[in-house]
């Protein structure tokens, strides 16, 4: 079992950064790719990166190339999303997952966790 646990969303204004938080307590932290995906009220959860076990790989949605960095610190069973030059548009739940392998969906993470939410105003 792998409990996740997000923080840092807020309210920012367009343009603006934000860096996530997701801290996992449970299994060996490094067997798992990491996600971040997210949900905007009334659309369907969509992907936003992931990151492999050992960081060696990361994918990012079209959306937030060039503007998110996910990374994450093995040591301290953290992962973490640079958020900058926020949009309108980037308003969303934010969830992390963990799973395996390092894919893009979501039906490959099997831990998820609550939820951090970002408001990016106009």
């Known amino acids: 079992q792998v409990h996740l646990v997000e923080s840092g969303g807020g309210l920012v204004q367009t343009g603006g950064s934000l860096r996530l938080s997701c801290a996992a307590s449970?299994?060996?932290?490094?067997?798992?790719?990491m996600g971040w995906f997210r949900q905007a009220p009334g659309k369907e959860r969509e992907f936003v990166a992931t990151?492999?076990?050992?960081?060696?790989?990361?994918y990012y949605a079209d959306s937030v190339t060039a503007r998110f960095t996910i990374s994450r610190d093995n040591a301290k069973n953290t992962v973490y999303l640079q958020m900058n030059s926020l949009k309108p548009e980037d308003t969303a739940t934010y969830s992390c997952a963990a799973g395996w392998p390092t894919t893009t969906s979501e039906d490959s993470y099997r831990y998820w966790g609550q939820g951090t939410q970002v408001t990016v105003s106009s």
């Open positions: 449970g299994r060996t932290f490094s067997n798992y790719a």
């Open positions: 990151i492999s076990g050992s960081g060696s790989m990361k």
